[in-house]
């Protein structure tokens, strides 16, 4: 058993919300020493926003935020003071790593642009997560993540069939640009550990959201007409959908009552496996369903057929009759769902560590293994300038009277 | 300047989009990728699509193109002894190996870490599985359709107003593709371990559980607050919507209070926003019902272009809802460069989605088009694994390659 591959790299991080905090928390979940710059007078977004541990309002209380900052450390600076950019500027020369995402000019307007970090700490690798980019005509504007899905051309492809275009729901363009800037650093650190150079990363939420859409965009450019939305049909595959089950016996988690199931017939065999496990076996052999062609053909038959067949059953159930004849099937899942599959619970892939104000909740985790450097979430979010004392005394070289200071400055709140 | 991972050798064995999608993001920035096709068939992606003038080609796929430019293509039968000992040889001088075949083939394939990490034990050796390598659903056959919804993200989404209405999916195979990069990032964390301590590993990805990963604050509702989130409940905030106007569709995104006060403004502060149940961004949400309609009738009257370049300036973070005609003409990313023409020698000349982070020093760079089946069969097993014409000849009689 060795330790996580970037024990020893240090982040500096000054982003905030989803993009930035999913990127460092790629890095922390491989190790990484991950430090979080916030301040209590403009709270990171995600504190703000519900869930709230049993709805009761609070900074630390936030299921979002602690979601995303799991196994990293908090220090509250305020970069509006010329001692709180000397605090950072101090993190800054002992980093690895620096990651914002801001747009085009705030951390210029902090006298930490790439250029200034640079004489900092030559060879840092510095990436800057925004909507638009550090370039072109729309660099100034702000964006965010929930409108970049949109812009990116999901919504124009996502919808049911006639019907308007519409989102994702999640604010895909985050997590997705956090994914890639965080791939973006790993390279650029590899590239350094070879030749000792950092460099600078301009991501933009729109291209790496972009990046997803191809399949759309080479329909229109090989066909010459914008692609039709299609709901959860397939060109290759029926049938393919999201099917109603039977619904709880009472509502649920607030007043829910539907339950669904996801199923996809790739080939005739499964088709035919689909029939036994509806004791439907006539419906292999009925010719307007007996080759992909026809069931394409005949899909809205199809679908009432199946819809019919799956209202009687839990999808938990609808999912095992399936899987028992190779269908490829699941629950689609709601949260409770999720939280309850017995799959991801033997698989340990929920984290349940002790925070401080919220106690034991349940939260994603790592969706990976290394064999050898075992990766864990270390510790739970950090509360809102838990670990500045710490830092500040420990790694930068203040004493205790200084921080004392510096708080009654004004630079560390 | 070439690209960060230059130098990187990695051995993708990857159908449809997960995997490929991993080998690529190495492969744009310096890595050589050799592709590991089956004879005769290649990867599905080639039977996707969509294809120039709707008629299938195996050469002429737009998913097959996108996802494997910059990759050396070659064909290997890895259900027969011989090609498995090709692989091992192909293995020995690898930095990284990156599949997508579910455990049960990886079973009957015989492929296995252990196994080839005693041929070469820097190996970083990468399964993107449905499910994961266990637990009890390991053998669970999957779609992009089924991982979707198995990971929480296909059941949040959908319409309020039609309950009638399935849960609905993203476009595209976004299971696959988020699966790829965080195998990539998992990869690189591996290939970082190794500059240390030279030893290589066995990474696994669940494509189940990186959909999992993703769900915002959804997720959280249920052990917070014990609440289920749903495509029919209300937003924690609003508005976040797509909006009809007069000339296509906006997405209406003003959560933070200055942004609402600059959009009341914009829109001539009509009297219904003072109402109590609009003050704060929660009884927006709350009132979504009410509110929606009012907004809309106003945002009906107006043009997609207007009204986001006015929004901008006022800080108000709106965006179109874009055709793909429009992402190709959008002045701002050409003015980035970001999509590249790519031509190739049977589809023809088509424009994709170029580098999703741009790197100071050692650019993404595009090099090659997407192989030919097969394309590179000598160049690798002549040129680099010394095999000798008749020999390569013989693996082809014998459908090995």
């Known amino acids: 058993m060795g330790t996580p591959p970037l024990r020893g790299v240090r982040v500096a991080d000054f982003s905030w919300v989803w993009a930035g905090p999913y990127c460092t928390l790629q890095l922390a979940h491989l190790g990484a020493e991950v430090i979080r710059i916030e301040t209590s007078l403009r709270p990171c977004v995600t504190r703000m926003l519900p869930p709230w541990a049993d709805n009761q309002f609070g900074l630390n209380r936030s299921g979002y935020f602690n979601q995303y900052n799991q196994g990293k450390r908090s220090i509250t600076l305020n970069l509006k003071h010329p001692q709180g950019v000397e ?10 790593v620096l990651a914002h995402n801001f747009v085009r000019g705030v951390m210029e307007k902090f006298g930490l642009g ?79 550990r070879r030749t000792g150079e950092g460099q600078f990363i301009d991501l933009s939420l729109w291209e790496s959201a972009t990046a997803l859409t191809a399949e759309g965009l080479l329909e229109y450019q090989m066909s010459g007409r914008e692609p039709a939305r299609r709901g959860n049909r397939d060109p290759w595959m029926a049938p393919h959908g999201v099917f109603r089950c039977k619904d709880w016996p009472e509502p649920v988690g607030g007043g829910v009552v539907d339950r669904w199931v996801a199923i996809a017939v790739e080939n005739d065999a499964q088709w035919r496996g689909l029939c036994r496990a509806m004791g439907r076996n006539e419906l292999a052999d009925d010719p307007r369903f007996a080759s992909f062609e026809s069931r394409k053909r005949h899909e809205a038959e199809l679908d009432r057929i199946i819809s019919e067949w799956t209202q009687r059953f839990s999808p938990q159930e609808v999912t095992e009759m399936l899987q028992k004849e190779g269908v490829p099937a699941y629950t689609c899942a709601s949260n409770k769902e999720l939280a309850e599959d017995p799959h991801l619970n033997a698989r340990g892939y929920f984290v349940e560590l002790e925070h401080p104000e919220v106690g034991v909740r349940m939260h994603a985790g790592i969706p990976w293994r290394l064999s050898r450097d075992t990766c864990r979430v270390e510790s739970p979010a950090p509360l809102l300038g838990q670990h500045t004392e710490e830092v500040l005394t420990g790694l930068l070289g203040y004493s205790k009277a200084d921080v004392v200071k510096l708080r009654e400055m004004g630079a560390v709140q | 300047m070439p690209g960060p991972l230059t130098g990187l050798k990695v051995i993708e064995i990857g159908e449809m989009v997960s995997a490929p999608y991993a080998a690529k993001l190495m492969a744009d920035v310096g890595a050589e990728v ?7 068939v290649g990867d599905p992606a080639r039977r996707r699509g ?12 737009g998913l097959f193109l996108y996802l494997n430019a910059n990759k050396l293509g070659i064909t290997l039968n890895l259900a027969s002894p011989r090609g498995m000992s090709l692989l091992e040889r192909l293995v020995a001088d690898a930095d990284v190996l990156i599949h997508n075949f579910p455990p049960f083939e990886m079973d009957r ?25 266990d637990g009890p659903n390991r053998n669970y056959r999957a779609t992009n359709l089924v991982l979707w919804s198995a990971g929480g993200a296909c059941y949040l989404n959908g319409a309020p107003q039609r309950p009638d209405l399935p849960p609905l999916a993203a476009f595209g195979q976004q299971a696959y593709y988020q699966a790829g990069a965080h195998a990539a990032v998992a990869t690189m964390g591996a290939v970082l371990g190794r500059l240390a301590h030279g030893e290589g590993q066995h990474v696994e990805v669940s494509v189940q559980e990186t959909v999992a990963s993703i769900l915002e604050m959804t997720f959280a509702f249920w052990p917070y607050a014990g609440m289920i989130t749903t495509r029919l409940g209300q937003k924690p905030i609003q508005p976040l919507d797509v909006m009809e106007c007069r000339d296509g569709y906006i997405y209406v995104c003003c959560v933070e209070e200055h942004q609402w006060q600059a959009f009341v403004e914009l829109m001539g502060k009509p009297e219904w926003a003072t109402e109590e149940i609009f003050s704060d961004r929660l009884k927006r949400a709350a ?76 650019p993404w760079e595009l090099r090659l088009p997407a192989p030919l089946l097969g394309q590179h069969n000598r160049e690798i097993y002549v040129g680099r694994l010394k095999l000798s014409e008749a020999e390569l000849k013989e693996l082809e009689d014998a459908g090995v390659v």
Do not use: C
């Open chain 1, 87 to 96: 605090v950072a500027r101090r993190l800054i020369a002992k980093s690895d």
């Open chain 1, 114 to 192: 790439y250029e200034e970090v640079r004489k900092i700490k030559p060879d840092i690798v510095m990436v800057a997560l925004s909507g638009y980019g550090m370039t072109g005509p729309l660099s100034p504007y702000i964006s965010y993540g929930p409108a970049q899905v949109p812009l990116a051309g999901f919504s124009a492809l996502t919808g049911y069939e006639g019907g308007p275009p519409m989102h994702t729901a999640i604010s895909y363009a985050d997590p997705n640009a956090g994914i890639h800037a965080a791939f973006a650093v790993l390279a650029a650190l590899y590239h350094r």
């Open chain 2, 34 to 40: 050799i592709k590991v096709e089956q004879p005769e």
């Open chain 2, 50 to 61: 969509p294809f120039p003038r709707n008629e299938p080609h195996p050469e002429k796929s």
């Open chain 2, 109 to 133: 394939l015989g492929l296995d870490f252990e196994r080839l990490r005693r041929v070469n034990n820097r190996l970083v050796m990468t399964s993107i599985t449905p499910f994961g390598m």
């Open chain 2, 287 to 362: 009132n979504w019902d009410a509110l929606r309609p009012l907004l809309q009738e106003w945002v009906g009257q107006q043009s997609v272009q207007e009204l986001y370049r006015k929004a901008l300036d006022r800080k108000i973070p709106f965006a179109p809802v874009s055709t793909m005609g429009d992402l190709l003409s959008a002045e701002h990313l050409k003015a980035r460069g970001f999509f590249v023409e790519i031509h190739h020698p049977e589809a023809g000349t088509y424009r994709y989605p170029g580098a999703p982070a741009k790197y100071s020093r050692t």
